[in-house]
Structure formats: C-alpha cells, structure tokens
C-alpha cells in the first residue's frame, strides 16, 4: 500500500479503509455487555465509517493537504489513530448505555409511561454513556505536553522535527481523535436509542423478556379456587 504510486492504488487504500472500518466496528459492539442483534454491528459500522470519513475528509482536504489526496503516508496512518481511538469510545458508551436500559428498565418504563419521549427517557442514560466514553480522552488531553508525550509527537522529535512543529501536529491531531470520538459516539447512542425504542415512544423489549414478564405475571396472580357445582 504505501510503495503504490500508481492512480489505481487508490482504490487499494480505500479498500484498505474500509476493511479497517469493518474490524473497528466488530470489535467495538463485540465487548459490550448487552446487545440487540446483528443491527448493533450495523449501527457500529455506520457510527464508525461515516464520522471517520467525515473528519478524515476535513483533515486530507484542508489540514494535511497532500497531492494526491490518497497517498497512503498520510491517509493510513491518521484513518489508523482516528479509527482506533472510535473503538475505545464507541464501546465504553454502547457498554454503559445498553447496561443502564437493561439493568434499570423500570425507571425507563415509569418515565414513558408518564409522558417524556423516548428522547427524554434516555436522556440520563445517555449523558452517563457520554461520560463514560469520554472520559480517557479528556483525561489524556489535560495531560498531554506536561505529564505525557504523546508517541507521534515523540518519533518526529527524534526523527529530527522541530519541536514546535511535531506539537503543533500532535495538537491537531488529539482534536481530530476528539472529533471523531464525540462523532461516532453521538451518532451510535442516537442509532441504539431508535433501535430500543419504538415509534410509540415505547421501550422495544425482546420476546424473552416479555416471555419472562409474563410468567411472572401469571406466578404472582392469585389463585382462584374452581366454583363447586351445588
């Protein structure tokens, strides 16, 4: 990929990049702890690939700039930093969410039933997952330059950059990494929120948790004794 001058090796790299995508998306709705079938993957795929293309695009097209525009130097490794940081978030936010839902269903169920949307109901519920997703990349950005330097910024030090230039890189891209992370967890929380409630603003449950309701239901009821012929 990265010896490939030719103009056919841009179909090579994005061929690459989208094989990069797939994996992300895999991995990153493979670790939670709840799930509701094959369309998590689906909506990891398009959280992932259309927030790392969007931020990617701005960076090759007015940051970077580089000629011609696929060339696999730069397009690879930024898609790599920004793909793999999109997992991390990704899954950590998924993994709060559908817990949250899963765990305190009842409190969702209330609040529908008292007339909140079901944007309203998840409300909470997706601030903790924002939180939880973002949390290690805030973290590292208030750090970065005084506790920690990051590995990027190190190898163009040592390959002999000026530092100013390799922080001003490093710089840009810990708030592409950001945009994207915020990007693809917005938008996969936003997907999973339509995909577990549906158009009446109610609580999507599956058919074995309704199954499992309605056993309780029929133990909890009393028993009626068989009227007696006279």
């Known amino acids: 990929i990265f010896r490939a001058q030719s103009a056919q090796s841009a179909w090579l790299v994005l061929a690459y990049l989208a094989f990069v995508v797939v994996v992300a998306a895999q991995e ?18 398009a959280a992932i690939g259309g927030s790392v293309a969007l931020v990617l695009g701005y960076v090759v097209g007015f940051v970077l700039c580089p000629s ?10 930024v898609a790599g930093m920004l793909t793999g940081n999109a997992i991390s978030t990704l899954s950590l936010a998924l993994n709060r969410f559908l817990s949250a839902l899963k765990e305190r ?13 079901r944007w309203e109901a998840a409300r909470p519920y997706v601030r903790d997952a924002c939180i939880a997703g973002l949390t290690p990349n805030l973290n590292q950005m208030s750090v970065v ?4 330097i990051p590995g990027m ?4 030090i040592l390959g002999g ?7 001003r890189y490093q ?9 994207t992370c915020v990007a693809t967890m917005v938008s996969g929380l936003g997907l999973a929120t339509l995909a577990l409630f549906d158009e009446q603003d109610r609580l999507a449950l599956s058919p074995s948790a309704y199954e499992a309701m309605a056993i309780a239901k ?3 009821a009393p028993a009626v004794a068989p009227a007696v012929a006279p």
């Open 28 to 45: 990153a709705t493979a670790k939670t702890s709840f799930t509701y079938g094959s369309a998590l993957f689906l909506h990891g795929l």
């Open 68 to 77: 011609p525009w696929w060339e696999p130097q730069y397009l690879v490794p």
């Open 105 to 117: 269903s009842a409190e969702v169920e209330l609040r529908l039933a008292l007339g909140a949307s």
């Open 145 to 148: 330059g005084l506790v920690a």
């Open 153 to 156: 910024m190190t190898g163009q």
């Open 161 to 167: 950059q000026a530092p100013g230039d390799a922080a």
């Open 171 to 179: 710089l840009m891209i810990l708030f592409v990494i950001c945009a």
């Open 218 to 220: 029929n133990a909890a």
